[in-house]
């Protein structure tokens, strides 16, 4: 079993910056997949970044150049940078975990085993 515990988020203006922080306790995540995924009010929950334990990265095309996903493997915690926030960003953030993910499935909701509480992002324009 695994724990996200999320932290982050907030009210800033278009054009700010926020970080998101995920730790992630329990049974050992290091050689997890962690994504980020978010959810507007009457909307799908979407994919926004995720990275594999090595290191490599996915984004959404809506977020590529603005924001940066990154990992501590020995902290057990993921982080996302959200930098040149748009209104259109605003949404409940989510941290997920899996193992076994490959290249194809980072993108999806069903590929992840864990979760974290949500955090509130909202931009104003």
């Known amino acids: 079993q695994v724990q996200l515990v999320q932290s982050g988020g907030g009210l800033v203006q278009a054009g700010g910056s926020l970080r998101l922080s995920c730790a992630a306790s329990g049974r050992t995540a290091s050689n997890y997949g962690m994504g980020w995924f978010r959810q507007a009010p009457g909307k799908e929950r979407e994919f926004v970044t995720a990275i594999s334990w090595s290191g490599r990265t996915y984004y959404a095309d809506s977020v590529k150049g603005r924001f940066t996903i990154s990992r501590d493997n020995v902290k057990n915690a993921v982080s996302l940078q959200m930098n040149s926030l748009k209104p259109e960003d605003t949404a409940v953030y989510y941290c997920?975990?899996?193992?076994?993910?490959?290249?194809?499935?980072?993108?999806?909701?069903?590929?992840?085993?864990?979760w974290g509480q949500g955090t509130q992002v909202t931009v104003s324009s």
């Open positions: 997920a975990a899996a193992g076994g993910l490959n290249s194809g499935n980072y993108y999806y909701t069903g590929s992840y085993t864990y």
